[in-house]
């Protein structure tokens, strides 16, 4: 390689960084626009319960019934219901919320697969990245209902098992639904994690199973009958440093 070589190539690599960078930046400007847009969008849904699980669930599976009955019994209990926004699970959650009194939102997420939205939304609100969708199905659910899902739906309990867990976020309801696909998870957190202390007993306490949709919203307003919905004083400060 000639001198002359060396240095086209190295004002080339120095453009490509200049270019890489500036699209760096305007990344940033994309995501805060995402933040802004969304928290703007559903600052009126209060109170609301997240409900995560497949998108490969099909419209005649039990579980798809669960959920839309489970949805529908906390949409006509004043609760907006909060979905990923796509098929399956998601689908369900917002079909059950659509036909009951609150509202039905969908936070939807750009995938190559998968991923397209359902028509059961009052609100819908579509993301790039998938931290800040997952940051608005934390930051404005009064509680979480789980129902069976594959690694999408672990990501998302796990992710809020640990908020929680490290106090990162506040203490709501966090309830798995169907005992029987999540009994076998439960037991292996209890068998492993605990007895090699791995995690503290209590935590364990954080999760609810429950598999029957009255007891569900039950439990959720439980929680709730000594305290508001929203987050105190203090949970609202600790919300801003999620």
Same mark, same amino acid.
């Given at each position: 390689?000639?001198?002359s070589? &060396?240095?086209?190539?190295g004002?080339?690599?120095?453009?490509?960084?200049?270019?890489?960078?500036a699209?760096?930046s305007?990344?940033?400007?994309?995501i805060?626009?995402?933040?802004?847009?969304?928290?703007?969008?559903?600052?009126?849904?209060?109170?609301?319960?997240?409900?995560?699980g497949?998108?490969?669930?099909?419209?005649?599976? #039990?579980?798809? %019934?669960?959920?839309?009955?489970?949805?529908?019994? /906390?949409?006509?209990?004043?609760?907006s219901?909060?979905?990923g926004?796509g098929?399956?699970?998601?689908?369900a @959650?917002?079909?059950? %919320?659509?036909f009951?009194?609150? #509202?039905?939102?969908? /936070?939807?997420? +750009?995938? #190559?697969?998968? $991923? @397209?939205?359902?028509?059961? +939304?009052?609100?819908?609100q579509?993301?790039?990245?998938?931290?800040?969708? &997952?940051?608005?199905?934390?930051?404005?659910?009064?509680?979480?209902?789980?129902? #069976?899902?594959?690694?999408?739906? =672990?990501?998302?309990?796990?992710? %809020?098992?640990?908020?929680? $867990?490290?106090?990162? @976020?506040?203490?709501?309801?966090?309830?798995?639904?169907?005992?029987e696909?999540?009994?076998?998870?439960?037991?292996?957190?209890k068998?492993?994690?605990?007895?090699?202390?791995m995690v503290a007993?209590?935590?364990?306490? =954080?999760? +609810?199973?429950?598999?029957?949709?009255e &007891?569900v919203?039950?439990?959720?307003?439980?929680?709730?009958? %000594?305290?508001?919905?929203g987050?105190?004083?203090?949970e609202?400060?600790?919300? /801003?440093? =999620?």
């Amino acid at each position: 390689m000639t001198e002359s070589d &060396k240095l086209v190539m190295g004002v080339e690599t120095e453009a490509l960084i200049k270019n890489t960078s500036a699209r760096e930046s305007w990344r940033i400007f994309g995501i805060m626009s995402e933040f802004v847009e969304a928290t703007e969008r559903l600052a009126a849904i209060k109170p609301a319960v997240t409900i995560f699980g497949s998108a490969r669930v099909r419209p005649d599976s #039990p579980y798809y %019934a669960l959920t839309e009955k489970t949805a529908r019994l /906390l949409s006509d209990s004043g609760f907006s219901v909060i979905s990923g926004g796509g098929p399956g699970i998601m689908e369900a @959650a917002n079909k059950g %919320a659509f036909f009951g009194k609150s #509202p039905s939102v969908g /936070l939807n997420i +750009q995938l #190559p697969h998968e $991923q @397209a939205s359902n028509p059961y +939304q009052d609100i819908s609100q579509t993301f790039r990245h998938f931290f800040a969708r &997952k940051y608005m199905f934390v930051r404005f659910a009064s509680a979480y209902v789980v129902m #069976p899902g594959g690694f999408g739906t =672990l990501d998302e309990l796990m992710e %809020a098992l640990t908020l929680i $867990q490290t106090g990162k @976020a506040r203490k709501i309801p966090l309830i798995l639904v169907c005992s029987e696909f999540w009994g076998g998870m439960i037991a292996w957190f209890k068998d492993k994690l605990v007895s090699e202390g791995m995690v503290a007993a209590e935590d364990i306490d =954080l999760i +609810q199973l429950i598999d029957d949709p009255e &007891k569900v919203v039950e439990a959720i307003f439980k929680h709730y009958e %000594a305290r508001p919905f929203g987050p105190l004083p203090n949970e609202r400060e600790l919300m /801003l440093n =999620l």
